[in-house]
């Protein structure tokens, strides 16, 4: 019930493209989804966030779509930069839990020129 | 720079020997949290701390586990008798409630 699980594993796209990373979960009890963008020698850094309330939210070339009643959601990635070659892990937080990220496996995102 | 910092960056020890981690959270954050993220995985949850009680604990901590929080600022994560499956990334985070911010973790490599 703990478990976030992420796909895919890798994703290559071309400079330009779409990248589309999915997440489901079990716990109906999370109450927060954050993106974390993580290059190489780094710790995870915070790229967008949603609460279940909402069932979209955009920034800048990011998009989060989340659907409540399948209990999943996706990190849209539109005109895809070679910037953007990192690993990206989708992560929820529970009610009450102290916020503690629960973290998928991580996606590995390779833009090509 | 105002952000997490981590000490060491890398850490290699052999096996038996106990290391100890620093972690130096953003300045005011009261919360402040250690996971561990293996390769190819996600960081996994240790343990969290409000200002210098420790509140939570993961079962992952095991009994060589330790951390502390002296007064509320710097935290320490110290490993006695380290295994080869402590090999791993250890991230630490500090928040003021709401996002979590990462340090740039230490690895430590047991041999």
């Known amino acids: 019930q703990q478990q976030v699980k992420q796909s895919p594993q890798s994703l290559i796209v071309q400079k330009g493209g779409i990248s589309i990373i999915n997440c489901a979960y079990e716990?109906?009890?999370?109450?927060?989804f954050p993106w974390y963008q993580q290059f190489p020698g780094k710790g995870p850094a915070l790229l967008i966030a949603?609460?279940?309330?909402?069932s979209e939210k955009k920034e800048g070339r990011f998009t989060i779509s989340f659907n409540k009643s399948a209990k999943q959601f996706s990190l849209h990635i539109m005109d895809s930069q070679p910037g953007d070659s990192a690993t990206y892990f989708c992560a929820a937080t529970l009610v009450g839990g102290y916020n503690k990220l629960i973290f998928g496996a991580g996606t590995r995102l390779a833009v090509h020129p | 720079d105002t952000g997490v910092s981590q000490n060491p960056r890398h850490k290699i020890t052999k096996r038996g020997q106990n290391v100890t981690f620093r972690c130096d959270p953003i300045s005011e954050h009261n919360r402040l949290y250690w996971y561990r993220q293996t390769l190819g995985q996600g960081p996994e949850f240790l343990t969290y701390f409000q200002n210098e009680a420790q509140l939570e604990k993961s079962r992952l901590l095991s009994d060589r586990f330790s951390a502390e929080r002296p007064k509320g600022s710097f935290s320490t994560l110290e490993i006695q008798r380290t295994e080869q499956g402590d090999s791993a990334m250890y991230l630490c985070?500090?928040?003021?409630?709401?996002?979590?911010?990462f340090g740039p973790g230490t690895r430590l490599t047991v041999t």
């Open positions: 985070a500090s928040s003021p409630g709401g996002v979590q911010y």
């Open positions: 716990n109906t009890a999370f109450d927060y």
């Open positions: 949603i609460r279940p309330d909402v």
